[in-house]
């Protein structure tokens, strides 16, 4: 059973240590390092690595000495995947290039004038992309859980400075539904990961690489109750300094409620399940993610 609190490892020391190397050193030391966190977590943090084995194992077909050495592949790359990210946000010279597949689509998006939904998933480096959409000239909405440790959120701002995005926290008392509401209705980009969730909360089940697997009613529900054009990206490490963007084509959803809920659920998982065969290691999500 999925088990993600809603919560991100890591402490402040630690950021604070790569953010000083990154400063410096730029990028290379601080994978150099990373390498020993790398192997730190691959060793040591036996409650990631065994569902990550797993699904290495038997959703990719890997054979058994292959996927451990993807284990701790998986743990670099996230490593690298935090670390540009950083470099991104805050501005230090780097030598990174992006590949941008569909950005017609979001200009497409955004020229109806309706607003749209961006949703993705912990797969790649969304937040990188999310990030280069400020080139698209429209104010972006980022909804999240807020499960980071607030101390770690504030020192990260003092690092990085002032986002080109508004965060919309998910609350209890749902006053994050209206937020999104303004947000789409002064045609604004709302954007939300679609693949976790609470437990206690509602879900959708979909057949996912070749097992059943819940995800998150609310991205899908919102889609269909709004009827905005929802579109679906992703960003992937293609090289140490390369990435790749995907944007699909928008699409709205239509009819009956419920109907426009599962068809947005079947969209997202063949398009997901299709990234993730394409780039297996960068796949984030170290839990039990099937029933």
């Given at each position: 059973m999925p088990s993600w609190q809603g919560k991100s490892k890591g402490n402040k020391l630690g950021y604070r240590i790569f953010i000083d190397i990154l400063r410096?050193?730029?990028?290379?030391?601080?994978?150099?390092?990373?390498?020993?966190?790398?192997?730190?977590?691959?060793?040591?943090?036996?409650?990631?690595?065994r569902p990550i084995f797993r699904y290495f194992r038997t959703k990719i077909g890997y054979g058994w000495w292959r996927s451990l050495r993807s284990v701790y592949r998986n743990y670099y790359v996230f490593g690298q995947t935090l670390i540009d990210k950083v470099v991104v946000m805050a501005g230090i010279p780097n030598k990174f290039t992006f590949q941008f597949e569909g950005e017609h689509h979001l200009r497409q998006l955004i020229a109806a004038g309706k607003g749209?939904?961006?949703?993705?998933?912990?797969?790649?480096?969304?937040?990188?992309?999310?990030?280069?959409?400020?080139?698209?000239?429209?104010?972006?909405?980022?909804?999240?859980?807020?499960?980071?440790?607030?101390?770690?959120?504030?020192?990260?701002?003092?690092v990085t400075g002032e986002r080109n995005v508004n965060v919309i926290v998910i609350k209890d008392d749902l006053?994050?539904?209206?937020?999104?509401?303004?947000?789409?209705?002064?045609?604004?980009?709302?954007?939300?990961?679609a693949d976790r969730f609470l437990e206690g909360n509602k879900t959708e089940t979909a057949l996912?690489?070749?097992?059943?697997?819940?995800?998150?009613?609310?991205?899908?529900?919102?889609?269909?109750?709004?009827?905005?054009?929802?579109?679906?990206?992703?960003?992937?490490?293609?090289?140490?300094?390369?990435?790749?963007?995907?944007a699909t084509p928008p699409r709205e959803y239509h009819g009956?409620?419920?109907?426009?809920v599962q068809e947005a659920v079947q969209?997202?998982?063949?398009?997901?399940?299709?990234?993730?065969?394409?780039?297996?290691?960068?796949?984030?999500?170290?839990?039990?993610?099937?029933?």
């Open positions: 410096y050193g730029g990028i290379w030391p601080a994978y150099a390092l990373l390498r020993c966190v790398a192997g730190y977590y691959f060793l040591f943090s036996h409650s990631s690595s749209g939904i961006l949703l993705s998933a912990h797969l790649g480096n969304w937040e990188v992309a999310g990030h280069l959409f400020k080139r698209l000239e429209t104010r972006i909405n980022i909804v999240m859980f807020d499960g980071e440790h607030e101390r770690i959120k504030q020192y990260l701002s003092t006053s994050h539904i209206y937020a999104i509401n303004d947000a789409l209705s002064n045609n604004e980009l709302v954007c939300m990961h996912f690489l070749g097992s059943n697997a819940r995800f998150p009613a609310g991205p899908f529900l919102l889609a269909a109750t709004f009827r905005v054009p929802v579109s679906l990206v992703f960003a992937f490490k293609e090289s140490a300094t390369h990435y790749h963007l995907f009956r409620r419920k109907q426009g969209d997202f998982v063949h398009v997901m399940e299709e990234k993730v065969r394409q780039y297996p290691e960068q796949w984030f999500n170290y839990y039990d993610f099937w029933e």
